[in-house]
Nanobody
Framework: QAQLMESGGGLVQAGGSLKLSCGVS????????MGWYRQAPGRKQRDLVA????????NYADSVKGRFTIAADNAKIKVDLQMNSLKPEDTAVYYC?????????WGRGTQVTVSS
């Protein structure tokens, strides 16, 4: 079964930037969309950060619009998240997601910590 692998998390000061990347080992057919979700400290659910459809349409959480940019390579099944002007409230575990017609794949998550 295909597995997603995230990289690029870490510790950064407020106002700084990080780039998250997600690749896949194996094959995934029938991709609907790829994206990033996050789980903030103390929250039980994962919240949408940004997604990109197979046709290139994007959707961002209001809190990250203008600061984060998602980009994907459907052929390579790779999705990146460029995060600029980071704020302490962006601190969370960030999860890569690939939604296909047969399954919803999740990565294990990468920690992003933004210090004030």
């Amino acid at each position: 079964q295909a597995q997603l692998m995230e990289s690029g998390g870490g510790l950064v000061q407020a106002g700084g930037s990080l780039k998250l990347s997600c690749g896949v080992s194996g094959r995934i057919a029938g991709i609907n969309e790829m994206g990033w979700y996050r789980q903030a400290p103390g929250r039980k659910q994962r919240d949408l950060v940004a997604v990109i459809g197979s046709g290139g349409s994007t959707n961002y959480a209001d809190s990250v619009k203008g600061r984060f940019t998602i980009a994907a390579d459907n052929a390579k099944i790779k999705v990146d998240l460029q995060m600029n002007s980071l704020k302490p409230e962006d601190t969370a575990v960030y999860y890569c997601n690939v939604n296909s017609i047969l399954w919803n794949f999740w990565g294990r998550g990468t920690q992003v910590t933004v210090s004030s």
